[in-house]
T-cell receptor, first 116, second 114 residues
Framework: GAGVSQSPRYKVAKRGQDVALRCDPI?????LFWYQQALGQGPEFLTY????????KSGLPSDRFFAERPEGSVSTLKIQRTQQEDSAVYLC??????????????FGQGTRLTVV | QKEVEQNSGPLSVPEGAIASLNCTYS??????FFWYRQYSGKSPELIMS????GDKEDGRFTAQLNKASQYVSLLIRDSQPSDSATYLC??????????????FGKGTKLSVKP
């Protein structure tokens, strides 16, 4: 596709429910980043992939958060047993290159998760 | 010290003035630097990238990089009300122990008054 696509755009989950957020990066982009953005804050890094390899997951806030990119294209961020503090906008970005050669990264529209 | 630091603002400038936004970063080995603009309720939009020391101009925007001081800035000339947004500084570096990590500051909120 022409841009980064995220789905769903909005998700309301009951506390304790599992959710899966999808990111479809720009075709051919090597790097894929996930961020969590709370209202009025900058994007907080969660994890990133270079192709199918998850190079850094240090930003994942707990073991309830899990991300994968099995074929080096589409990525899924899964949150188990959602809590109210997980309510945020989850942003995905992709970049054409990887490692120290990462160039401009482009964002999807985000998924707004509300846990009730 | 936070990895990427910005003054949260709000920064208020009159229409037509120059807005100056600043950012410092902690990883001396950082190679790539970006400025994003984010309107309320929208995703970040890339407006400038800079990789070498000095200035880079694109229309009304000028990015400035000083790697020795670990400082990057964005100047917006002839500011317009439509420039009112949050400006995010982002840096590629060795953060969290992994090269190629793209880390953001918390953003500076800019308000341009007509």
């Amino acid at each position: 596709g022409a841009g980064v696509s995220q789905s769903p755009r909005y998700k309301v989950a009951k506390r304790g429910q599992d959710v899966a957020l999808r990111c479809d990066p720009i075709s051919g982009h090597v790097s894929l980043f996930w961020y969590q953005q709370a209202l009025g804050q900058g994007p907080e890094f969660l994890t990133y992939f270079q192709n199918e390899a998850q190079l850094d997951k240090s930003g994942l806030p707990s073991d309830r958060f899990f991300a994968e990119r099995p074929e080096g294209s589409v990525s899924t961020l899964k949150i188990q047993r959602t809590q109210q503090e997980d309510s945020a906008v989850y942003l995905c970005a992709s970049s054409r290159k990887g490692g120290v050669f990462v160039t401009e990264a482009f964002f999807g529209q985000g998924t707004r998760l509300t846990v009730v | 010290q936070k990895e990427v630091e910005q003054n949260s603002g709000p920064l208020s400038v009159p229409e037509g003035a120059i807005a100056s936004l600043n950012c410092t970063y902690s990883d001396r080995g950082s190679q790539s630097f970006f400025w994003y603009r984010q309107y309320s309720g929208k995703s970040p939009e890339l407006i400038m990238s800079i990789y070498s020391n000095g200035d880079k101009e694109d229309g009304r925007f000028t990015a400035q990089l000083n790697k020795a001081s670990q400082y990057v800035s964005l100047l917006i000339r002839d500011s317009q009300p439509s420039d009112s947004a949050t400006y995010l500084c982002a840096v590629i570096g060795n953060y969290g122990g992994s090269q190629g990590n793209l880390i953001f500051g918390k953003g500076t909120k800019l308000s341009v008054k007509p």
